[in-house]
Nanobody
Framework: QVQLVESGGGSVQTGGSLRLSCAAS????????MGWFRQAPGKEREGVAR????????YYADSVKGRFTISRDNAKNTLSLQMDSLKPEDTAIYYCARVRRSHCGGRLEEIDIDYWGQGTQVTVSS
């Protein structure tokens, strides 16, 4: 079965960096776009970044553009999110997600996703 397992969350001060990783298994990894979402307390889940199956195109939410970088390693079935210049408003649970076929375009929304990871907490203190 499809499994997505995140790692790399933690606590950091404003301006710091963190790198999240997601290990995927149970399907042909390089056939799917992948994405990252986040959900802050009391807020809806937000699509943060998306990458196509062979890394040709990347999407970023305006809130993270220029600070976050999504990447993937198809040989290792892994997805990464490098987060730099972190701000307190980046505090959230971050989720790795598999994008449904034919949903790899436009804004990244929950309806685009068929599988989710369990999430990893990121806390940025001022």
């Amino acid at each position: 079965q499809v499994q997505l397992v995140e790692s790399g969350g933690g606590s950091v001060q404003t301006g710091g960096s963190l790198r999240l990783s997601c290990a995927a298994s149970g399907y042909t990894y390089d056939s799917y776009c992948m994405g990252w979402f986040r959900q802050a307390p009391g807020k809806e889940r937000e699509g943060v970044a998306r990458i196509t199956s062979v890394s040709t195109t990347k999407y970023y939410a305006d809130s993270v553009k220029g600070r976050f970088t999504i990447s993937r390693d198809n040989a290792k079935n892994t997805l990464s999110l490098q987060m730099d210049s972190l701000k307190p408003e980046d505090t959230a649970i971050y989720y790795c997600a598999r994008v449904r076929r034919s949903h790899c375009g436009g804004r990244l929304e929950e309806i685009d996703i068929d599988y989710w990871g369990q999430g990893t907490q990121v806390t940025v203190s001022s």
